[in-house]
Nanobody
Framework: QVQLVEFGGGLVEPGGSLRLSCAAS?????????MGWYRQAPEKQRELVAI???????NYADSVKGRFTVSRDAAKNTVYLQMNSLKPEDTDVYYC???????????????WGQGTQVTVSS
C-alpha cells in the first residue's frame, strides 16, 4: 500500500513563497528510492521540477534553480519543495512522485500524489 498526500498549494503573488509537502504512507515492506516534484500546465506534458534520492542527491529543472529547494525527511517519508521568488510562469498543478521498491525485489514502481494547484498572480 502506497499513498501520497500533498499539501501547501494555493495562490501567491509574484515574488512570494510557498512550501509544498508530500507525505508518503507506505508499508514497512517497501523502501523509498526517489521522491520529487513534477508540474503540468494545461495542454502541456508533465515536467520535472526537482527530485531527491535516498542518498540526498538532488536535481532541479533549469527554470527553478536558485529559487526552489527540495528536501526530504526520511523518518517521516516526506518530501518538501520550498518555492521562493515565484513567477507567473510557475503556475501549474504540482505532483509529488515516489519511486517505491518492494523489499527483496528488483523492480520499482512509480506513485503519484493527487496534485496541488499553485497559482502565481496579482
Amino acid at each position: 500500500q502506497v499513498q501520497l498526500v500533498e499539501f501547501g498549494g494555493g495562490l501567491v503573488e509574484p515574488g512570494g513563497s510557498l512550501r509544498l509537502s508530500c507525505a508518503a504512507s507506505i508499508s514497512i515492506s517497501f523502501s523509498m528510492y526517489v521522491m520529487g516534484w513534477y508540474r503540468q500546465a494545461p495542454e502541456k506534458q508533465r515536467e520535472l521540477v526537482a527530485i531527491v534520492s535516498s542518498g540526498g542527491n538532488t536535481n532541479y529543472a533549469d527554470s527553478v534553480k536558485g529559487r526552489f529547494t527540495v528536501s526530504r525527511d526520511a523518518a517521516k517519508n516526506t518530501v518538501y519543495l520550498q518555492m521562493n521568488s515565484l513567477k507567473p510562469e510557475d503556475t501549474d498543478v504540482y505532483y509529488c512522485k515516489a519511486v517505491v521498491r518492494l523489499v527483496g525485489a528488483t523492480r520499482s514502481n512509480d506513485y503519484w500524489g493527487q496534485g496541488t494547484q499553485v497559482t502565481v498572480s496579482s
